[in-house]
């Protein structure tokens, strides 16, 4: 039964993906349109007729369903009637899609339930490089890090990519091999990229990691200090913990390097990031920036215990599977791999807030994605990385390159 009560005043439709829609389905019915896609699961995709598209499209936050109607009414032959378009903004407000109370109390709902299962689920366990079977993997990944290594210096810092196992295998031996052949530490901290958009810098998740190798154990007192002192977390950031790999990608090697010195499942504290707000490109040098990084720093003060910051993070994403207008060549991985070498020797030079101002110097064209998660691991790491490793995985077809690299701090 349609639902009654008034719909939102100024509805406003969520950041959702979408796409567009321009042949029959499978029964020969007309299915031009689009789909919108909510990236926190909250509901099914939903499919917006073209017909629609007036209506919805002015869904903006800045007009009242009366402004909308109006505006909308000379695209149709014979306008809808205001009760059509009021139930409509219901049904995109009943499935969450819309900015206001419904979302908040879905979303939180949502929250509860993923933070009472007290381990976040090993999600991309079968994906590329990363068998389900707990045997298998251990093989692939003693193929990857296969120790013992080298003594080497103590790590204070590491990053290292978070793109699929099977494209990014050498930039993972690259920064496991070298963290295998330091000390173990009683902590690690990692930085993840949140690929659908945080709108915190960080967010902490308060569950244990579970992967095909077991649990590793949630360090819950380190979080609560973050964000006792930077703010409790937005229950939407918690949730995009639930399908983001870039973290469980780095619990995933801890875990085997720890196996192969026979010691107890790593610790972890893992924060998904999104972007560090700036005036001038360089955030650590502005004064939310400083915050951030004087939490961690006392947070680590606080902890009992030798602390491991890691990033785990990707470069460059380029070609037309991300909207560039031209294929991949010789000449454009040439050209990027030296722009991202002057980049990275930002952070070779111990300046990791110059490496995000360059990043975000020209718009960031080459769409680096983890620039807030390497600047926070160098710049709590402290001193001058190592690259050990620059890669780029260019699709056989030239649609689409991601760059990833391996550093370490020590």
Known sequence: MPRMTAPPERPAIRPLDVQRIDE???????????????????SEPTFV??????????????????????AAAPQFEEPPPREF?????????????????????????????????????????????????????RTALRALVPGP??????????????????????????AYERLLAAPPADLYVIFGTGHAGPSAPVTGLPLDWQTPLGTAPTDREFLARIHDALGAPDPGDLLIHRDEHSIEFQVLFLQHVHALRDLPPPRVAGFLCGSLPSVSGDPLAEEYGEQIVAAFHAAAEAHTG???????ADLAHIGPFFGDQTAIDDDRLTTLATAEHDR????????????????????????????????????????????LHYGQARAEDDSQTVSFCAMAFA
């Open 344 to 387: 990275l020797a930002h952070l070779q030079a111990g300046r990791p807030g110059a490496f995000h101002a360059a990043v975000e110097a020209t718009g960031n064209p080459d769409r680096v994605c983890s620039a807030p998660a390497i600047a926070l691991t160098a710049a709590l790491a402290t001193g001058p990385g190592e690259l």
């Open 85 to 137: 378009v009021e139930q409509l903004v219901r049904d995109l407000d009943d499935r969450g899609l819309l900015v206001g109370p419904r979302f908040d109390t879905l979303v939180a709902e949502r929250a509860d339930e993923f933070l009472a299962q007290g381990t976040r689920p090993a999600t991309h366990a079968g994906s590329a490089g990363y068998p389900a079977s707990a045997d298998a993997l």
């Open 149 to 174: 290594a080298a003594k080497a210096r103590p790590l204070r810092g590491l990053i290292a990519p978070h793109i699929d196992l099977g494209r990014g295998r050498a930039g993972y031996q690259a």
């Open 49 to 70: 007729p073209e017909a629609l598209l007036p209506i919805v499209g002015r869904c903006t936050g800045e007009y009242t369903v009366s402004e909308i109607l109006a």
């Open 24 to 42: 029959p389905d499978d029964a020969g019915s007309d299915r031009r349109g689009i789909v919108l896609t909510d990236r926190l699961g909250l």
């Open 306 to 312: 030798t602390v491991c910051w890691i990033a785990g």
